[in-house]
């Protein structure tokens, strides 16, 4: 495939102390060395070497900055063209004059997801793999940056394709029992259709089930904290968000909800939703009865719903106990600092099987213990033990789900002894459908609209 050379600024916005100016292209090491002046001519620059000179304008040789240049030759680069990174310094206007000067030497802009987008067209990396990389400068948790790196790295990509393998054998199997009928019944066929397409059903299945957690450390579980006034449930706030400085990366483009803040539990990214309400709001137990609110908690994923330990339990907390039925949540029995008179074996009953965790907001003690709980609550083994090869992706999940239907379709065809014909086209729509994932036959349009996601510079 040809291209034309393109450029951007593949730093972060705002005042780094370096900042990388990424070219990639075929005129990318001639437009670098026309505006660099070193030991050595770029062009002339082994691959994978980086080289400290200056940058000048050619027409009036006046030095612009002081920069280190990496020269990386096609193909062993991420977009597998020749790539040139100028290391700068960071302040924005030295960063763009850096971008004016290759601009001005005939490289083109490049658009948001632009290089990931080539890496993917020119074969470096499948669709799956693309996401990957949306997914890693969303990623709020180093948990989740894991997860999105494994799918970088393809291990999504390679469960793919071995179930896409094993389809195109069993249908090869079935290709050749046809060819030879008298060698193999149909009813033999079948019945290999049946052990191979379950085989594929399960597998699928599997995935599928790490696509809830998978959800939860992309998006971020939305939590919200309820209880009575006073309880502790602004303390309770501050201390997840003091010890949990959650990453926030800045995508340009993107607005986010200025009443969420994020912060993350042991690899938990908790969406805290309608914080302001709560930091303000001390009156939540009144609003509690309308219905309105009871809306809010029941966009909630998690509650984490504080009670006074040194108080005995109220109307109000019944009340709360019984708007959050049936949801996640975790009881935060707080204040355990003074002397505790609620009734805990009322307290135990009314939790249920839901976690029940004495604090001290206060001395910070049983935060450890809370975050635990959380964890928990969310990843079986807790997210440390987890395994990282999550489906998280909403068009993976969709295409699994299909995929995973197709099977069902050809296991039922070959249980009510359709012609083999006929259950292998249901069998070819599955490996298909897994294709997508990969971005084997997808719609241009598709390719387009998750490119166009990204932030510039990628
Ligand atoms: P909110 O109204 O539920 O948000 O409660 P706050 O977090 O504002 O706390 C109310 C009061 O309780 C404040 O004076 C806190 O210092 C105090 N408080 C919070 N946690 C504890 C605790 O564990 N022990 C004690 N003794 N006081 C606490
Ligand atoms: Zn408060």
Not at 144 to 160: D, I, P, T
Not at 183 to 188: L, N, P, S
Request: charged share 30%; proline share 2%; glycine share 6%.
């Amino acid at each position: 495939m040809e291209f034309d050379t393109i450029t951007a600024i593949s730093t972060p916005s705002g005042e780094g102390a370096i900042a990388i100016v990424r070219i990639s292209g075929d005129a990318a090491v001639t437009i670098a060395d026309n505006i660099f002046k070193g030991k050595t001519p770029l062009a002339k620059a082994e691959t994978h070497t980086i080289h400290y000179g200056h940058l000048i304008e050619p027409s009036t040789s006046e030095i612009i900055e002081e920069v280190m240049v990496s020269v990386l030759r096609a193909p062993r680069t991420f977009t597998k063209e020749d790539i040139i990174e100028i290391n700068c310094h960071g302040g924005i206007v030295s960063v763009n004059r850096v971008l004016d000067l290759v601009l001005s030497q005939g490289a083109r802009l490049a658009e948001p997801g632009e290089f990931t987008k080539r890496a993917f067209l020119n074969g470096r990396i499948d669709l799956s793999q693309a996401e990957g990389v949306i997914d890693l400068i969303r990623a709020k948790t180093d948990r989740a940056m894991n997860v999105a790196l494994k799918q970088v790295e393809g291990r999504l990509s390679s469960q793919v394709r071995r179930l896409r393998q094993k389809l195109l054998e069993t249908v090869a199997h079935v290709e050749v029992n046809i060819d030879y009928p008298e060698y193999d019944a149909e009813t033999v066929t079948l019945e290999l259709l049946k052990e191979k397409g379950e085989e594929v059903r399960q597998e699928i299945e599997q995935l599928l089930m790490t696509a809830k957690q998978g959800k939860i450390l992309r998006e971020g579980l939305a939590t919200a904290i309820i209880g009575r006034p006073n309880v502790g449930k602004s303390s309770l706030m501050n201390s997840l968000v003091h010890e949990n400085k959650a990453i926030v990366t800045d995508i340009p483009g993107t607005t986010r909800d200025v009443l969420e803040e994020y912060v993350n539990v042991r690899g938990v990214p908790l969406r805290l939703i309608d914080t302001a309400g709560i930091r303000e709001t001390e009156d939540i137990v009144e609003k509690i009865g309308v219905e309105r609110s009871r809306k809010a908690l029941a966009d909630a994923e998690l509650i984490l719903f504080v009670l006074n330990a040194a108080e005995e339990l109220s109307k109000e907390d019944e009340a709360l106990f019984e708007a959050i039925q049936d949801m996640n949540a975790v009881v935060v029995l707080n204040k355990t600092d003074l002397e505790i008179t609620i009734d805990t074996d009322r307290v135990s009953s009314l939790a249920g099987e839901r976690p029940v965790i004495g604090t001290s907001l206060l001395r910070e003690e049983g935060i450890d213990e809370l975050e635990q709980a959380i964890a928990h609550l969310f990843f079986d083994e807790g997210v440390e033990g987890a395994d990282l090869s999550y489906v998280s992706n909403a068009r993976h999940i969709a295409l699994l789900k299909q995929a995973k239907g197709a099977i069902e379709e050809a296991l039922e065809g070959a249980d009510m002894m359709l012609p083999v014909d006929m259950v292998q086209i249901d069998i070819t729509r599955a490996w298909e459908l897994l294709g997508e994932v990969i971005g084997d036959n997808v719609h241009e349009s598709l390719i387009d609209q998750l490119f166009s996601q990204f932030c510039l510079g990628k």
